[in-house]
């Protein structure tokens, strides 16, 4: 086994299905696939994976009423850390909190750090096609920014009507990822809230290609200079979920640097066999032995205190 974490790696309880078969909702298009705490382990194994940091995809937990939401987060949220206790050192979990109910996700992040010990939350890029830098969503940033907690960032559906032959999970997510990252750099966000670490899945998205036009345009209506702006976009986290590719992955360690690029799979809404691709691409990929092994899991151990020391 590699040793790697793998901080993009989803979980599907039970329940938590259910609701969305009820409702016939999807993952952007995406039909569940099938999911077992078995599967995710011999998943796992096959793929060199020691840790996975599992977290729910989208649509999250709010599915149009906040008490069910509210009930839907505790639930999946206890779920993941049932099986974090049942398997020390191969799980860890990002909690869900109930975006858009700001009151309901800032008692969900109380009771999933105080109580059941999370490695951090995942939000969701859009909500109701509000990003992460809405006004409205400033108190629950702040009580992150206090906690200094990690945020796992996963692309959602765009607001709008769908494009005929494109399902969202194809193209759109990468633009939700894209659109949130500059919401937050635009709001100010990024400063004002020093504390979070921000991890952008599919390695950031649009970032590594467009930052330059981001931050130049953004200047048309703002003082900031457009290094200012490329310092912000530089500042964020990302995983290489289905980014591990030889025009894809050269742009996010240019950008980023290695040194903030995870180890991601996107397991099961990535295929085993898909995951199988960009594994293989990886570890194709001409790297030092330092910076495989950051990327692999050193970044993530330096990150997330759980697994600060490998498994023996």
Do not use: K
Not at 57 to 77: F, I, K, W, Y
Not at 100 to 111: I, K, W
Not at 289 to 304: Q, V, Y
Request: include cysteine; hydrophobic fraction near 40%.
């Amino acid at each position: 086994m590699s040793g790697r974490v793998d901080v993009h790696n989803h979980l599907i309880p039970p329940r938590y299905q259910a609701r969305l078969d009820e409702r016939g909702l999807t993952a952007g298009g995406l039909q569940a696939p099938a999911w077992s705490e078995d599967l995710a382990l011999a998943a796992m194994d096959a793929h060199g994976v020691e840790t996975a940091v599992v977290s729910v995809s989208t649509p999250g937990v709010h599915l149009g009423d906040d008490a069910e939401a509210r009930e839907t987060a505790r639930q999946v949220n206890e779920y993941a850390a049932e099986l974090v206790g049942r398997h020390p050192g191969r799980f860890g979990f990002f909690a869900s909190v109930t975006l858009p109910d700001v009151e309901g996700a800032l008692a969900e992040t109380a009771y999933a750090f105080d109580e059941l010990h999370a490695d951090g939350l995942i939000l969701l890029a859009n909500v109701g096609g509000r990003h992460l830098g809405d006004p409205e969503f400033e108190p629950l940033l702040a009580e992150l920014d206090r906690r200094r907690a990690v945020v796992f960032v996963h692309p959602s559906t765009l607001p709008g009507p769908a494009v005929g032959g494109i399902p969202p999970y194809i193209a759109d997510f990468l633009l939700d990822t894209t659109r949130t990252a500059v919401s937050l750099v635009r709001a100010d966000a990024l400063r004002r809230h020093p504390g979070i670490t921000f991890i952008l899945s599919h390695g950031g998205g649009f970032l590594p290609f467009a930052a330059h036009r981001l931050a130049m345009t953004s200047t048309f209506d703002s003082d900031r200079t457009v290094e200012d702006f490329l310092a912000d976009l530089a500042s964020f986290r990302v995983d290489t979920a289905q980014t591990s590719s030889p025009t894809s992955l050269p742009a996010v360690l240019e950008f980023f640097g290695a040194d903030q690029v995870f180890f991601g799979t996107d397991w099961p809404h990535a295929s085993d066999s898909g995951v199988a691709y960009f594994t293989r691409r990886f570890a194709e990929f001409d790297l030092d032995d330092a910076t495989r092994r950051s990327i692999e899991c050193d970044n993530a151990r330096a990150l997330l205190p759980r697994f600060t020391t490998p498994r023996a």
